[in-house]
């Protein structure tokens, strides 16, 4: 029997453990290099005095089949996910919930019963709906979101408290920028797909703990390695594989996922001329920040749902941590996408943010402690006709993986998980292996 390929993975983010996991399913051997010592990239544990917090609050939805997979197979139990039927919640202004009954009724009943929408709201979110059904949710030419709502007489109402937070929130790219082809597509397996396709899954552990730690346990259980704290600095091509500069061992490797954000790919492939084409790809993206402020309040906060839409102010999602295992008054207040809020002090924002939290809830104890956590470059700008690389390169041993990798998605979670697999199973392929290895463990 042939030796296993030897695989290395740059990068311990959500793209890098589901390339990593589904190479090792299908009988490689991998190893995983990480820069820092937390794992979870972009999606991971920020310990700030004493609470264990995540970089930015994330939510899941139910339509994230392939991350859902991934916790599965490693072993993380459902319970981890706070599961909740789809409720869109501005207390006192508007309530959306989806009903308990299969698709579409779901949805129907749940407009039809919608607070806060008048007659024409729910007609303009039915036409929009028929709309993209009956193209196919395609959108041609690709065209911003805005548009496409103009387009479609989507009432103000409807376009500020609905549509507009939910393309915020999928595609982190204002409404007069975003992709209107890839929001429909967001639409169309969430809000259009089974009842449970537009469930809300809120993380009950940190993004850490909920899949790069588990799935790093289950291949170091298996004889991978998985090393922290260890950057690799660029990969080398020789005349028999590939090295990496920052590997500790200088082992040879057959092929090479690059599982890092974007940025930072370019200075890996420097010395690997074929990759000149891809970098300048990838080069042409640009980003979107994303901001969390934690706010730790002095005593029990009372949300109606443990997530709550924010609007006219600068929030615009406001989670209860206590309600989702976490501390009593902890909060996180969400605001994706750049804005006016980029323009102030991160006091005066919280401030802002704590005035804005008791007008939708009444009064609140005494703040007692707050952080805010700016992810500058959290997604890539999910414009129409953005161009984004192929995870197969010009360099044949060479692998792209991460949420900015060409797919009909988001920069999020999923993406980034199918983009891992979509790599593994791309170099499984070409080293013969079976798409039935994938079963063997
Ligand atoms: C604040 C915020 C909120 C978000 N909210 C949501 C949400 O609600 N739902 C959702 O689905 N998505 C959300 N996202 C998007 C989601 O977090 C990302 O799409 C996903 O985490 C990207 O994963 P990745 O593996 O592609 O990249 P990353 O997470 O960036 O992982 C790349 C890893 O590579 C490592 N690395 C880089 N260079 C090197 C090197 N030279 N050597 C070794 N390692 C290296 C990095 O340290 C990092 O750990 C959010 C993102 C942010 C920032």
Redesign the pocket.
């Known amino acids: 029997m042939s030796s296993p390929p030897q695989v290395a993975v740059?990068?311990?983010?959500?793209?890098?453990f589901a390339a990593a996991v589904t190479l090792a399913r299908g009988g490689a051997r991998v190893s995983l290099?990480?820069?820092?010592r937390t794992?979870?990239?972009?999606?991971?544990v920020v310990d700030a005095l004493d609470y264990s917090l995540d970089?930015?609050?994330?939510?899941?939805l139910g339509a994230?089949a392939e991350t859902l997979r991934m916790l599965r197979l490693v072993g993380v139990k459902p319970g981890v996910l706070e599961t909740r039927s789809l409720a869109l919640v501005y207390p006192g202004l508007c309530e959306l919930r989806a009903a308990p009954l299969p698709a579409p009724f779901h949805l129907a009943l749940g407009l039809l019963r919608a607070k806060g929408l008048s007659w024409a709201d729910k007609r303009a979110m039915a036409r929009l709906m028929g709309r993209l059904k009956r193209q196919a949710y395609r959108v041609e030419p690709d065209r911003p979101v805005a548009a496409l709502l103009a387009e479609s007489g989507q009432t103000d109402t409807l376009s500020r408290l609905i549509w507009e937070p939910l393309c915020i929130?999928a595609l982190?790219t204002p409404v007069s920028e975003a992709s209107a082809q890839v929001f429909a597509r967001v639409l169309q397996d969430s809000l259009a797909a089974s009842a449970s396709a537009s469930d809300l899954l809120i993380p009950r552990v940190d993004l850490s703990e909920l899949f790069p730690v588990p799935a790093s346990r289950w291949l170091a259980m298996r004889g991978h390695q998985v090393r922290t704290a260890?950057?690799?600095?660029a990969i080398e091509r020789h005349d028999d594989g590939y090295r990496l500069d920052?590997d500790p061992w200088s082992s040879l490797y057959d092929h090479v996922v690059i599982?890092?954000?974007p940025y930072?790919v370019a200075?890996?492939v420097e010395a690997l001329p074929a990759m000149a084409p891809v970098t300048a790809c990838i080069g042409a993206l640009r980003h979107e920040p994303?901001v969390?402020s934690w706010l730790a309040f002095d005593g029990p906060v009372h949300f109606p749902d443990p997530m709550i839409g924010l609007s006219g102010g600068y929030g615009q999602w406001a989670f209860d941590r206590a309600a989702l295992g976490g501390p009593e008054g902890l909060v996180g207040v969400?605001i994706?996408a750049s804005g006016a809020h980029q323009e102030i002090s991160k006091e005066a924002l919280e401030i802002a943010l704590v005035t804005e939290l008791q007008e939708a809830l009444g009064r609140l104890p005494p703040l007692k402690w707050s952080k805010t956590?700016t992810?500058k470059r959290?997604?890539f700008a999910c414009t129409p006709g953005v161009i984004r690389p192929a995870t197969s390169t010009p360099e044949a041993g060479v692998w792209l993986?991460?949420?900015?990798v060409a797919s009909p998605y988001p920069?999020?979670?999923?993406?980034?998980v199918r983009?891992?697999i979509s790599a593994a199973r791309g170099i499984l392929k070409r080293c013969g292996l079976k798409e039935s290895a994938f079963l063997l463990n």
Not at 10 to 16: F, L, N, V
């Open positions: 740059i990068g311990g983010g959500y793209a890098g290099f990480e820069s820092s794992l979870g990239g972009r999606a991971r970089n930015g609050q994330h939510i899941l994230y929130a982190n260890e950057p690799i600095k920052g599982a890092t954000a930072h200075a890996l994303i969390t969400v994706s956590i992810e959290a997604t993986a991460g949420d900015y920069a999020t979670l999923e993406a980034a983009s891992g």
